[in-house]
Structure formats: C-alpha cells, structure tokens
C-alpha cells in the first residue's frame, strides 16, 4: 500500500503549500495540550477550562473571519504571512513569559491568528490546482498535515512533562519558518478568472460581486452543509477536550499525557497510512457521500470510547475515527470549491470554519458539564449519536443534491 497521495503533476505551489501545512503541524505542540495545561500545569478544575477552550473557540472564530475577510480583498499570501507572523510572535512571548495567569490569553490570540491562516490557505489550493484535480490537492495538504502532526504529538508529549517551555518556543520557530516559505515560494492569488468557469471575467459579474450572505442564500445546499459542521466540529473537537481528561482519569496525570501523545500519534500516522487507499477507494464517490460515510465512522469511533478500558482499545477506536476524519477533511474542501465563487471563495471558507469553531465552542461547554456531572465517560455516547444524526442529515443533503432540487449548481468549478 502506497503512504501518500497520488499528487503528481501538481501546480509547484500545491507543494510548497503542503510543506507550509506540514511544518506548522510538526510544530504544533500547544494547541493539542492547552486543556491539560490549563488544568496540570495552572490547576484549573474541568469547568473552568471548558469555559476558557469556548473563550478560546470564540476567539478562533473571530480570527477566521478577519482573516477570510483580508483573503479575498488582500490576497492570499499577503495575509497569510502576516498572521503567521503575528502567531510566532505572540508563542515567543509565551515561550519568555512562562506559566503565568495572562499566558493563556496570549496563547488564545496566537489561536486567532493561526485560524485566520486556514480559509486562506483553503482558498490558495482552490485557486491554483486545476478543478478536476482539487481532491488531490487538498488531499495532499492533509497528508502533510498529519505527518507533521503525527510526528509533533509525540514530541510535545515528552516536552509536557520535561521541558515545557519549549513547547512554545517550537511552536514558534515552526510557524515563522511557515511564513517564510509562503513569503519565498506562494505566489499572490486573488482570482477574477477560473477556467472551470469558462474563463468568464467573475469581477465583471453582478451575481458574484453580491454580498457574502446573499451568494450563502443563492447557494442553499452551502448553508445546509454549514449547518452540519457545526455538528462534525462538536464531535471531532471532543478529542482537544473530552479526551484528554478521560485519559488523564484512566491513567493518572503522569501517563495521561503520554499517552495522549500516542493516541494522537496512532491518528497521524493512520492518516499517513490510509489516506491514499481511502481517497482511492471514494475518487468516483460524491464528496458530500464521503463526508457522510465519515460522520458514520465519528460515531462508530467516538461513541466506543464510553467502553474504553485501556490503551490498546483506545487506539482502536481512535483508528475507527481516524478514517472518518480522512473522508471528511479530503472531501468537505472540495465540496465548498465546486460550489463557491473564486471572488468569494476565502470568505466562504472562513464562513464554513466559523461553523467548525461554533461546533468547537459548544463542545467543551457540554463535555465539561457532562464529566462534572457523570463522570468522563458520559460524554461519548451522546458525541456518538449526534455524529449519527450528522450522517443522516449529510445523506439527506446528498439525495437532494442528486435530484438538482437544492442548490444552485452554476457556482460549480
């Protein structure tokens, strides 16, 4: 079995693109373990960190549509780098300032900022890989993704406990190697032509100069697909919140962390291991049906964790996931490119993870009630029935779609 996708002949912008995804996961060593942090290292209980990650997600969102807003009218590059900059500038100072009571709010600005940088970067792929040939692309900056992320887990694991401080200090020289490769090797895109649209001058388009809002109300299966992020990201964020505490309760403060490190390393490297069969497998397949059958593996996944007793079924069913995950991440990108306009195209991104946040805020809010509440092994079979009702929801979506009854199929590239 082939360990990466099959992305040859890409533009050479997809592939700095990818290392730029790639070098930022590696690097990301705070953000996985801000809610171990926050209760290990600062001693906060559960509520109260579940109430700071939904500050956190608030923050997120706002950054996500700063920076949706700034893609579309300033560019692509330009606004990537200086978020990027801004995050390695603000995990400095946390990397200098140490564990002190203000840090977590430096650390919820750097999350803003680094937000900000994903419906661009969405936006930049779509741009410049042919149509035809955009699930590769966007399945190879997954890819990169979880390589990085799979070798960065297991690092901020060990640096948890024996140097923590370092954490932030990789963390930032990770992102600012980022910027520099967009600086050097991304050209500027803002598109006002596409040869998916026939090489048609969008600029000169009434219908795609309109509002953000009334090219969402032209577009309705792109709000019915918003509506069910909301639902993907409370389920798929309960790993950042739910997770890392059932851990830490099955196997102490000491080893929780480690082995959180493993778990998420177990879903990076499934990831590096299955993406391409998996994308293989659902080429010929609708992307919104691939997205479904992911929601079917969220709740086959989360759900079990209620029946958790160790490590090894942990890691199993964190591989049960995993392929949900890669359905999701590889198709719901190529979904908003077919149906959102190239002028609006970062804004819209920005709009659909803004949902992803709003889905990520109420998720800690409701875990963290819920182990208060009944313990941590409460939260997973709800998790695993709405990511059922996801599913179904998708596949209703999907029936309409297919019937041309819902959604306006011009904005398709």
């Known amino acids: 079995m082939t360990t990466q996708p099959v992305a040859r002949g890409l533009p050479r912008t997809i592939y700095a693109l990818f290392f730029v995804r790639f070098i930022i996961s590696a690097g990301s060593f705070v953000n996985p373990f801000l809610a171990m942090m926050l209760t290990i290292k600062l001693g906060w209980d559960e509520a109260r960190a579940g109430g700071f990650m939904s500050v956190v997600a608030i ?10 807003r700034l893609g579309d009218l300033l560019g692509r590059r330009v606004t990537m780098t200086r978020l990027l900059a801004l995050t390695a500038a603000a995990y400095a100072v946390c990397a200098g300032a140490g ?12 999350l803003g900022c680094m937000n900000g940088v994903w419906p661009v970067l969405n936006a930049a792929v779509a741009d410049m890989a042919p149509p035809e040939r955009r699930k590769e692309a966007f399945s190879l900056i997954y890819w990169g993704n979880n390589v990085g992320f799979s070798v960065g887990s297991v690092t901020a694991g060990f640096l948890f406990k024996r140097a923590p401080l370092l954490m932030f200090a990789g963390n930032a020289l990770a992102v600012a190697m980022a910027a520099a490769t967009v600086l050097a090797f991304v050209p500027e895109s803002r598109p006002a032509t596409e040869p998916g649209c026939g090489g048609k001058d969008l600029a000169a388009d009434d219908d795609v100069l309109e509002g953000t809002l009334r090219v969402l109300l032209r577009t309705p299966a792109l709000i019915w697909f918003a509506v069910t992020a909301v639902l993907t990201a409370f389920v798929y964020n309960q790993q950042n919140f739910a997770l890392p505490v059932l851990l830490g309760k099955l196997f102490g403060d000491d ?34 049906a691939s997205c479904g059958l992911g929601s079917v593996f969220y709740a086959v996944g989360f759900g079990a964790y209620a029946f958790a007793t160790g490590l090894p079924s942990v890691l199993v069913f964190t591989f049960i996931w995993t392929l949900g995950e890669i ?17 609006h195209r970062s804004r819209i991104n920005s709009i659909i993870s803004f949902c992803y946040v709003a889905g990520n805020a109420l ?51």
Do not use: C, H
């Open 327 to 343: 359905l999701g991440a590889t198709n719901s990108n190529a979904f908003i490119a077919e149906r959102a306009p190239p002028s």
């Open 363 to 413: 998720s800690p809010l409701a875990a963290g009630f819920l182990v208060r509440l009944a313990g941590p092994r409460a939260v997973w079979l709800p998790v695993g029935g709405i990511a059922a009702l996801t599913a179904a929801a998708i596949f209703v979506l999907l029936w309409f779609d297919q019937r041309r009854t819902f959604g306006d199929r011009g904005n398709r590239a």
């Open 255 to 288: 080893e929780g962390p480690r082995n959180y490190g493993f778990l998420m390393m177990t879903n990076g490297l499934t990831v590096v291991a299955f993406t391409a069969a998996v994308t293989l497998v659902s080429r010929k397949l609708p992307s919104l």
């Open 59 to 68: 923050v997120s969102a706002l950054g996500l549509v700063v920076g949706g």
């Open 99 to 110: 564990f002190r009571p203000f840090v977590p709010f430096i650390i919820a600005f750097a």
